[in-house]
């Protein structure tokens, strides 16, 4: 099943495509998470980059979403797009 909205395509079970990215790049990604523990993967492919982050608190979105921002040159784009 595939849903698309805004650019960010839902592939299945919180795994999702970020296609056209300004640098012409996508990324796949995947989030998960239980109370208390939140997780995501983000890869690039093309460039051959990718961050993994486990934080433990209900908040680790928070925390991972400012990670992402400021580790990639297209962190903050990748942030904007996956809400």
Do not use: C, W
Not at 42 to 48: D, E
């Amino acid at each position: 099943m595939l849903i698309q909205v805004l650019g960010l395509i839902q592939l299945f079970f919180h795994y999702a495509l970020i296609k056209g990215l300004s640098n012409g790049e996508y990324a796949l990604l995947h989030t998960g998470g239980n109370p208390g523990i939140k997780t995501i993967a983000i890869f690039l492919p093309q460039s051959k980059r990718g961050i993994v982050v486990f934080t433990n608190g209900d908040k680790g979105d928070q925390l991972y979403e400012k990670l992402i921002g400021e580790s990639f040159d297209l962190g903050k784009e990748i942030v904007n797009r996956m809400k």
